[in-house]
């Protein structure tokens, strides 16, 4: 089993930034690529980035290009998600997931983390 914990979260004004991390422990040997995907209240779950352990490909959502960004430290075992030029509409909570492959959809996933609120007021 694949155990991932995100930390970072908390309560930031619109414009502000936020770094959040995920540290994985376990059998990370099966896991070939990281995600985040954030879930608002009342919503679905929804993609945000995504990032292969190399760290040569990436993918984001197109809500969140050129303000976040997604990175991996092999030595840690640890993806981050550098968030910048945050919106209201940001605030959801955060997760963490863990796949074979680099995907965008939640299915493709099958390690998740607890999740990390993340909050922006207007």
């Known amino acids: 089993q694949v155990q991932l914990v995100e930390s970072g979260g908390g309560l930031v004004q619109a414009g502000g930034s936020l770094r959040l991390s995920c540290a994985a422990s376990?059998?990370?040997?099966?896991?070939?690529?990281m995600g985040w995907f954030r879930q608002a209240p009342g919503k679905e779950r929804e993609f945000v980035a995504a990032?292969?352990?190399?760290?040569?490909?990436?993918r984001y959502a197109d809500s969140v290009k050129g303000r976040f960004t997604i990175s991996t430290d092999n030595a840690k075992n640890t993806v981050y998600l550098q968030m910048n030029s945050l919106k209201p509409e940001d605030t959801a909570i955060y997760y963490c997931?863990?796949?074979?492959?680099?995907?965008?959809?939640?299915?493709?996933?099958?390690?998740w983390g607890q999740g990390t609120q993340v909050t922006v007021s207007s």
């Open positions: 997931a863990g796949s074979m492959v680099i995907a965008t959809t939640t299915s493709r996933y099958d390690s």
């Open positions: 376990g059998r990370t040997f099966r896991l070939n690529a």
């Open positions: 990032i292969s352990w190399s760290g040569y490909s990436t």
